[in-house]
């Protein structure tokens, strides 16, 4: 049943392209109010996620739903979903006011929304000209203004900063947060958590077609980790009374140990109570970046792991699973 929530629902998604798991298992839930971004490496399996989610790809198990309907029993869907996946497809020789013209009769919306979609992503002034003369960055304006023809109540965006300048960024970024603010749903992919992680409220990052983290950002935030580096005389001897103390112990190439959730005191404290000499220490923090980089790559190591390497949730436990979607 069309619950006009503005939720996007994904269930047990799954698709393989023959012995390819392109997606797999994978569950999350966009609210709206919130700008939601869809993270992870190239090739992860975002676009394939947000094409089943769009109608345009078949799962080959589970379900993808808008206001509670699959997409293609939406009625009147531009009116409900706008979005970019492209942003190349136009005809060079079609001016952008003339192109969003011809989208807005297939969707039955009158021609005054046209200018109001140009103003809206700042073409104004630049709709008598012709797209095959726009840049990278004007053509993602462009097909976000063919998405917002319909004045949506969901936005679904497939890397829509690529091309983009600095002040594109921070344009596209304040547009999302007001956009979502009244009340509407944002989820836009992305490959780069930095890219974004001034605009997005909530995360799903996903790696090998597997949900990794589901939460908050701020919770994202709340889980980098401190550590500190030590070059032990007695390295295992030093790992053993530091991880029945409780730290997370990590052997590095070099030799060293990185111990997880612990300052250079606090191991020098323990080291001490052991008897074990130190010939070296350096505190460490784990940033946003590299946090992303380890969920994503299977190589997260703090005080709490995937316990089966489907779920994980940050510090205060609020998060809803790290599982693997890509």
Known sequence: MHDGSGQIMVRGLSKSFGPIHAVQDLSFTVRPGAVTGFIGPNGSGKTTTLRMILGLVAPTAGTATINGLPFHRLPNPAHVVGAVLDAQSFHPGRTARNHLRCYAAAMGVPDAQVDRALELVGLASAGKHKTGVFSLG???RLALATALLGDPQVLVLDEPANGLDPEGIAWLRNFLR???ASGRTVLMSSHFLREIEHTVDQLVIISRGRCVYDGHL?????AQRS???VQAAEPGRLADTLQHAG???EYLPDGRLAVNGADSRTVADLALEAGVALYGMQD??????ELFFQLTSGQY???RP???AQQWAPPGGAGRGFGGNA
């Open 284 to 289: 460490e923090r784990i940033g946003l970046e």
């Open 301 to 303: 190591t703090g005080a």
């Open 306 to 308: 995937p316990a089966d």
């Open 247 to 249: 730290f997370g112990i």
């Open 178 to 180: 007001t956009f979502a």
């Open 138 to 140: 004007m053509r993602q």
């Open 227 to 229: 550590r500190a580096l």
């Open 218 to 222: 701020d919770e994202l935030r709340a």
